[in-house]
């Protein structure tokens, strides 16, 4: 069954968090966290050593108190957060700073969210699906454009022990500041750059490629930033000390998932579910399970989508030959081919040569999981799935 | 001598504003403002009362102690707002509630800044351009789409007894809260509609339409607005009860201004400059005289903004064939055309038979005032003011 609605949604929109934007601009951290707080620096695997960030934000913070929490692992880990939480504690730490990408960030909102929980564990939190509405004060340092949490108040949180990836969020977890200084991005391996730019790029069509609602200029924010990753891909990958390219890539991720393009609209994320399952499966890198399923879902759910795939071929890719098939089915290719010319294999089977059953697999584990029907419609069954996966391998 | 930058600027930006958008989200005012405050309810001539406005908030706000302060007159005057002031503080009054469109809004902010101002005179925050930090707290309910007030820390204010109109802002001006419900749309008259529609254009435009420092993402969202605002001005101008136009008008009004298409380029702002000379000489509506003077400002400075023209008119206007010049011409003409598909005459002898000398008038008002030079450069002078004031006649 589909629910359509035919005009744009009602919607809230409050996004509080204030960016600082541009070279040098780590120096002004001393001025938006109060030297009256004791400070908790939160890290990843070390990269900010290497590549002069550290020093930026050690030099930034010489009149504050601060402590140091390195090792934040890709998928932030409840187990490793709790080792932080203890610090925290411990410490009467009062704010906390991520210097790091999506994990390191999403880390924090945790942390931020668990500093201030008075239930039993804070794994309920996560658990039970507990909004944050109060947090610790904290602010960011974006080293690595991809998942646009530095502008808003999502977090996804890690349980390796339970085999569990579970979401979090609320009004209290925007960060009270973020800095985005692009010239982080020309110290950043090339397989992460173009994770990036397909994460950013897929965080749009999540929330543009469904059905027209005649929310125009959202419809046009959203194809302005696939446009612009588009043009700044090639050039980010062939230099990425490129500063404007840079700059570029940077905003286009921040703005891809700060909530503006998703007000008034229905939303997909299909693709997310069924890549998530692939990451949990074959340990593929996030962005990477998004560009092996975009493709098949789109080709799918093709008449459904169709007058938004027309219009996106249109306006973004400038396809005006065809009927409404072939230019939908045109323009799923050239998005197909705009991953692969970033090194990014579409295909499960470039990835692993266990693919036989995938589809399967993730449509029991759907089943038993007992989700709710995937995509705007919220139509996608688990069979559905199953066909989609399949046509991916 | 012209500074240009060639890479996008620094930049901060921070805007908290909560946006209510869509049908019947006036009711939700009860939830916005605390039943502790004591409110103050501002609005215009009374047009509130007769679209069903008036009632939605007073209905809204039955469990809430409030007064009313009607008859604040567009282009907020100054004595007008000193009664509202002296009610405000005999009353006890501790949050305002603009009703109306950016006149009310504009002059709400002056109240919430002078509220808390403790210098001599209030008329010091606009005389002697005093940044507001904190302000008492206030709402809108937008009944105008226009300005952009409703999402900014930005206010203009005149004072008549003097013939001066002053500009003042700061971070403590951002609304709490602003209601955005399309359907008010419906009974705004053409001529308002028209002057919205060409507000809002000018707004991008001012900050769009310079020299390319490669902020990508921020020239598509500009051309986005443009583009939005060009496909919905017939069919609001046709059914202003045509909801998807209404809430596309709305929404692109809102973000035509509120901080975010500025962010990181350079801005010019020369026509709005001129402009409100011909209001103050001619009575001309504000948005009106943006009208007559931007193909002039543009065809003067052909030249410093030949780049941005050219893309203007190919991703706007689908402008592809002809020489730079000729496709930055054109682009000129389709705007001025587009500004008369909107009854709006972009010739200041369509509006005054006493246009001879206008030009000078403005020229030596602008020298005697010492005004630092117009436009993206800061390059134009007093002289070239006059050139491109005569060639609107």
Redesign the interface.
């Known amino acids: 069954m589909f629910i359509c609605s035919s005009?744009?949604?009602?919607?809230?929109?409050?996004?509080?968090?204030?960016?600082?934007?541009?070279?040098?601009?780590i120096s002004k951290l001393s001025q938006e966290i109060p030297t009256s707080e004791k400070v908790l620096i939160l890290y990843g695997g070390g990269s900010i050593k290497k590549n002069g960030v550290y020093e930026q934000v050690i030099a930034a913070l010489k009149d504050h108190t601060y402590l140091e929490f390195g090792g934040i692992p890709a998928n932030p880990e409840y187990e490793i957060l709790l080792n932080a939480l203890e610090v925290i504690k411990s410490e009467g730490i009062t704010y906390l700073l991520a210097v790091g990408g999506g994990s390191v960030i999403d880390g924090t909102k945790f942390l931020a969210s668990a500093a201030l929980y008075e239930g039993e564990s804070p794994w309920d939190i996560l658990d039970q699906g507990i909004r944050t509405f109060e947090a610790m004060p904290f602010g960011t340092v974006l080293t690595l454009p991809a998942t646009g949490s530095e502008m808003n108040s999502g977090a996804v949180v890690s349980r390796k022990e339970i085999g569990e990836k579970r979401g979090m969020g609320g009004p209290g977890l925007f960060p009270k500041f973020s800095v985005l200084d692009p010239t982080v991005v020309a110290t950043i391996p090339k397989r992460q750059l173009a994770n990036g730019l397909t994460d950013s790029y897929m965080h749009v069509m999540e929330q543009y490629l469904t059905y027209p609602v005649?929310?125009?200029?959202?419809d046009?924010?959203a194809?302005?930033?696939l446009?612009?990753l588009i043009?700044?891909a090639p050039k980010i990958l062939k230099d990425p000390s490129d500063?404007?390219a840079a700059?570029?890539f940077m905003?286009?991720c921040t703005?891809a998932l700060n909530g503006l393009i998703q007000?008034?609209v229905p939303t997909d994320w299909a693709v997310h579910a069924i890549g998530h399952e692939l990451t949990a499966l074959f340990g593929i890198d996030h962005a990477r399970t998004l560009a092996i399923v975009a493709p098949s879902h789109y080709r799918y759910n093709l008449k459904s989508k169709m007058e938004k795939l027309v219009q996106y071929g249109e306006r973004v890719w400038n396809i005006t030959e065809g009927n409404s098939e072939e230019r939908a089915s045109k323009a799923i290719e050239k998005t197909e081919l705009f991953f692969q010319s970033l090194d990014i294999p579409t295909r499960l089977s470039d990835y692993t040569e266990q693919y036989e059953g995938t589809a399967q697999t993730i449509g029991n584990t759907l089943n038993d999981r007992g989700w709710t029907a995937l995509g705007e419609h919220r139509s996608l069954s688990p069979k559905d799935v199953e066909s989609i996966v399949e046509m991916s391998y």
């Open positions: 005009s744009m949604q009602n919607f809230e929109l409050q996004n509080p968090v204030k960016i600082l934007f541009g070279k040098g601009e005649g929310a125009d200029l959202q046009r924010i194809e302005g930033i446009s612009s043009e700044t500063y404007e700059a570029n905003w286009c703005m007000k008034g």
